[in-house]
């Protein structure tokens, strides 16, 4: 009994010390995030996710990968999803406008 104690206790350490680590690497990918966001010119612009993208661009999924690989579109990540600004999307948006899609 006291072994599968011991068992439990060790991996409760190992538990604790991975949850920590976790948490050290949100903590630094939201400071990125907000460092990455200190030029966001007001409070209106909010956050986009990549359906909201899609939609303010006209553009399928495929076109928005191949933009993002191209480096046409930078995302702002959080962990592996992708945010973008409206501001983020002046560029592509023109572009969209030029070529009639929206």
Partial sequence: MLNLMN?????LEVITSLLKAILTHITEEMNKV????????SELD????????L??????????????????LRPRKLGKRHYYYLSD??????????????
Avoid: F, N, W
């Avoid at 068992?7 to 991996?11: K, P, Q």
């Avoid at 907000?34 to 010119?41: M, V």
């Avoid at 939609?55 to 046409?72: A, F, H, M, N, Q």
């Fill in 7 to 11: 068992r439990i206790c060790d991996l």
């Fill in 55 to 72: 939609d303010k661009l006209g553009i399928s999924e495929s076109k928005y990968y191949r933009l993002v690989r191209e480096g046409k």
């Fill in 46 to 53: 909010h956050m986009l996710d990549i359906a909201d993208v």
């Fill in 89 to 102: 999307l002046h560029q592509q948006l023109e572009e969209s406008r030029r070529k009639g899609r929206i």
């Fill in 34 to 41: 907000s460092t990455d966001t200190a030029e966001i010119p």
